[in-house]
């Protein structure tokens, strides 16, 4: 089966930055995923890491380790409209010849951001 | 540019009662389509997915199912709704190759009771 474990809730100050983590142990990986999504809406994507290290965009970065099973989303000078939940997804094979890869999501990181 | 529509936005459905949801794609051609169903306080738990008209994979074993009759048009059915299936029911898209990100449509809160 495929496991993505995320905290389930994290509290940051406004200005702050904050750290986000994902391990996961999958059967097969073909990249990660993170998205954010706001109370009621649609998730949307946020950053994609495929290879080790870290990618950077804006005031959002997202780290990868494979040999670890491990990602975290890096979130600096935090603002009240990042109060959000954030997924983290796998690309894991999926069909019966596992020839196709989806993203398999973790539960989710609801982040709120208090002034 | 790309856009994806669902609908309807809000359902209320009692028990055993049939099931239509739609979600239809604009701007692109031949996309790779997904149907995800999130349950309060769980994660996305994907459906059903789609690469191509009538190529249809299930993921989970349940009283849904879905349909691809055009190319860019993905619907969600069931004949008979559980209490279970409440929740927030998500479509989305993908190139299908590359990196493949996903784009998600507004979704439907569909509440069964």
């Known amino acids: 089966g495929q496991n993505i474990d995320q905290p389930t809730e994290m509290t940051a100050t406004e200005g702050a930055i904050v750290q986000i983590n994902c391990t996961y142990q999958?059967?097969?990986?073909?990249?990660l995923f993170w998205y954010q999504q706001h109370a009621g809406e649609a998730p949307t994507f946020l950053s994609y890491?495929?290879?080790?290290g870290l990618e950077e965009k804006g005031r959002f970065s997202s780290f990868l380790s494979r040999s670890k099973g491990y990602s975290y989303l890096l979130l600096k000078e935090l603002q009240m409209k990042d109060s959000a939940s954030y997924l983290c997804?796998?690309?894991?094979?999926?069909?019966?010849?596992?020839?196709?890869?989806?993203?398999?999501f973790g539960r989710g990181t609801s982040l709120i951001v208090h002034p | 540019s790309q856009t994806i529509h669902q609908w309807p936005a809000t359902l209320v459905q009692p028990v055993g009662s049939p099931l239509s949801l739609e979600c239809t794609v604009e701007?692109?051609?031949?996309?790779?389509l997904y149907w995800y169903r999130q349950a309060a306080g769980r994660g996305l738990q994907l459906l059903f997915y789609?690469?191509?008209?009538?190529?249809i994979s299930s993921e989970v074993p349940q009283n849904l199912s879905a349909s691809r009759p055009q190319d860019r048009q993905f619907i969600l059915s069931s004949k008979k709704l559980l209490l279970s299936d409440s929740g927030f029911y998500l479509c989305?898209?993908?190139?299908?190759?590359?990196?493949?990100?996903?784009?998600f449509g507004p979704g439907t809160r569909l509440t069964v009771l």
């Open positions: 999958t059967s097969g990986f073909n990249g």
């Open positions: 997804a796998v690309r894991t094979p999926h069909g019966l010849s596992g020839g196709s890869y989806i993203p398999t």
């Open positions: 989305a898209w993908s190139v299908g190759q590359g990196v493949d990100t996903q784009y």
């Open positions: 890491n495929v290879l080790d």
């Open positions: 701007g692109t051609s031949n996309p790779n």
């Open positions: 789609s690469v191509g008209i009538g190529q």
